[in-house]
Protein backbone atom coordinates (compact mmCIF):
# COMPACT_ATOMS: atom_id res chain seq x y z
CA UNK A 1 0.00 0.00 0.00
CA UNK A 2 1.72 3.49 -0.91
CA UNK A 3 0.73 6.90 -0.31
CA UNK A 4 -2.74 7.66 -1.24
CA UNK A 5 -1.59 11.57 -1.73
CA UNK A 6 -0.88 14.42 0.09
CA UNK A 7 -3.86 16.31 1.85
CA UNK A 8 -2.52 19.35 3.35
CA UNK A 9 0.47 21.60 4.95
CA UNK A 10 0.69 22.91 7.96
CA UNK A 11 1.86 26.23 9.18
CA UNK A 12 2.21 27.80 12.70
CA UNK A 13 1.70 31.38 13.10
CA UNK A 14 1.36 34.28 16.11
CA UNK A 15 -1.46 35.77 13.87
CA UNK A 16 -4.32 33.54 12.64
CA UNK A 17 -5.76 36.63 11.37
CA UNK A 18 -3.01 38.32 9.61
CA UNK A 19 -2.03 35.15 7.90
CA UNK A 20 -5.95 34.42 7.03
CA UNK A 21 -5.28 37.92 5.24
CA UNK A 22 -1.71 36.99 3.75
CA UNK A 23 -2.91 33.45 1.62
CA UNK A 24 -5.94 35.09 0.61
CA UNK A 25 -4.51 38.06 -1.25
CA UNK A 26 -2.42 35.04 -2.49
CA UNK A 27 -6.01 33.56 -4.03
CA UNK A 28 -6.46 30.95 -1.29
CA UNK A 29 -10.28 30.22 -0.60
CA UNK A 30 -11.23 29.73 3.13
CA UNK A 31 -12.41 26.00 3.40
CA UNK A 32 -13.46 25.91 7.16
CA UNK A 33 -12.21 27.34 10.55
CA UNK A 34 -12.41 25.79 13.87
CA UNK A 35 -11.61 25.43 17.46
CA UNK A 36 -9.64 22.73 18.53
CA UNK A 37 -9.06 21.32 22.16
CA UNK A 38 -10.22 17.85 24.26
CA UNK A 39 -9.18 14.61 24.93
CA UNK A 40 -8.07 13.33 21.21
CA UNK A 41 -6.01 16.78 20.54
CA UNK A 42 -3.93 16.11 23.22
CA UNK A 43 -3.28 12.42 22.65
CA UNK A 44 -2.51 13.00 18.95
CA UNK A 45 -0.15 15.86 20.14
CA UNK A 46 1.16 15.02 23.20
CA UNK A 47 0.46 17.94 24.82
CA UNK A 48 -1.72 18.00 27.87
CA UNK A 49 -4.79 20.79 27.69
CA UNK A 50 -3.39 22.08 24.16
CA UNK A 51 -6.19 24.80 22.86
CA UNK A 52 -5.80 25.88 19.16
CA UNK A 53 -7.43 27.30 16.36
CA UNK A 54 -7.30 26.40 12.80
CA UNK A 55 -8.51 27.86 9.03
CA UNK A 56 -8.32 25.65 6.27
CA UNK A 57 -7.33 27.03 2.67
CA UNK A 58 -7.51 25.82 -0.78
CA UNK A 59 -6.59 26.59 -3.80
CA UNK A 60 -9.18 27.76 -6.62
CA UNK A 61 -8.99 24.54 -8.36
CA UNK A 62 -9.01 22.30 -4.97
CA UNK A 63 -5.86 20.84 -5.94
CA UNK A 64 -3.81 22.22 -2.51
CA UNK A 65 -4.65 22.81 0.93
CA UNK A 66 -2.97 25.14 3.98
CA UNK A 67 -3.67 24.77 7.28
CA UNK A 68 -2.68 27.72 9.28
CA UNK A 69 -2.87 27.01 13.16
CA UNK A 70 -2.23 29.13 16.12
CA UNK A 71 -2.02 28.04 19.49
CA UNK A 72 -3.73 29.45 22.06
CA UNK A 73 -2.38 27.03 24.97
CA UNK A 74 0.81 26.12 25.54
CA UNK A 75 2.21 29.12 23.13
CA UNK A 76 4.21 27.89 19.98
CA UNK A 77 7.54 28.29 20.74
CA UNK A 78 10.49 29.71 18.04
CA UNK A 79 13.15 28.08 16.66
CA UNK A 80 14.64 31.39 16.43
CA UNK A 81 16.13 30.76 13.19
CA UNK A 82 12.33 31.64 11.37
CA UNK A 83 12.83 32.24 7.52
CA UNK A 84 16.46 31.66 7.23
CA UNK A 85 16.79 29.40 4.00
CA UNK A 86 19.03 26.83 5.42
CA UNK A 87 16.99 25.96 8.81
CA UNK A 88 16.55 22.81 8.64
CA UNK A 89 12.72 21.04 7.75
CA UNK A 90 10.29 22.66 4.90
CA UNK A 91 11.34 25.40 3.56
CA UNK A 92 8.93 26.83 1.06
CA UNK A 93 5.09 26.28 -0.31
CA UNK A 94 5.31 26.61 -3.97
CA UNK A 95 2.29 28.31 -5.66
CA UNK A 96 2.00 29.05 -9.32
CA UNK A 97 0.17 32.38 -9.81
CA UNK A 98 -1.12 34.31 -13.17
CA UNK A 99 1.78 37.18 -12.73
CA UNK A 100 4.36 36.92 -9.75
CA UNK A 101 5.56 41.07 -9.96
CA UNK A 102 1.58 41.50 -9.56
CA UNK A 103 1.30 39.29 -6.45
CA UNK A 104 4.01 40.11 -5.34
CA UNK A 105 2.92 43.79 -4.58
CA UNK A 106 -0.70 42.91 -3.71
CA UNK A 107 1.18 41.05 -0.56
CA UNK A 108 3.59 43.44 0.53
CA UNK A 109 0.88 45.16 2.47
CA UNK A 110 -0.09 41.93 3.80
CA UNK A 111 4.05 41.53 5.00
CA UNK A 112 5.18 39.96 2.29
CA UNK A 113 8.76 40.68 1.96
CA UNK A 114 11.09 39.46 -0.70
CA UNK A 115 13.75 37.07 -0.11
CA UNK A 116 16.14 37.79 -2.89
CA UNK A 117 14.98 38.52 -6.41
CA UNK A 118 12.48 38.00 -9.02
CA UNK A 119 14.29 36.15 -11.64
CA UNK A 120 13.75 34.34 -14.75
CA UNK A 121 15.15 30.85 -14.97
CA UNK A 122 16.37 30.54 -18.78
CA UNK A 123 12.70 30.68 -20.60
CA UNK A 124 10.85 28.40 -18.13
CA UNK A 125 9.58 30.14 -15.17
CA UNK A 126 9.99 33.38 -13.34
CA UNK A 127 10.31 33.06 -9.60
CA UNK A 128 10.37 34.14 -6.43
CA UNK A 129 10.72 33.68 -2.46
CA UNK A 130 8.55 35.72 -0.72
CA UNK A 131 8.75 35.87 3.70
CA UNK A 132 4.83 35.80 5.08
CA UNK A 133 3.35 35.29 8.40
CA UNK A 134 5.48 33.64 10.88
CA UNK A 135 8.40 33.82 8.73
CA UNK A 136 7.48 30.95 6.51
CA UNK A 137 8.87 31.43 3.13
CA UNK A 138 6.08 30.85 0.24
CA UNK A 139 7.62 30.50 -3.41
CA UNK A 140 5.84 31.77 -6.34
CA UNK A 141 6.01 30.44 -9.85
CA UNK A 142 4.96 32.09 -13.13
CA UNK A 143 5.09 29.85 -16.53
CA UNK A 144 6.84 31.76 -19.09
CA UNK A 145 6.60 31.53 -22.79
Do not use: Q
Amino acid sequence: MGTLRMDHVVVVVEDLEAARAFFLELGMEVEGAMSVEGPWVDRINAIEGLRAEICMLRTPDGSGKLELTTYHHPAAVSTGREGVPNTLGYRSVMFEVDDVDEVVERLRPHGGELVGEIVDFEDVYRLCYVRGPAGVIVALATTLG
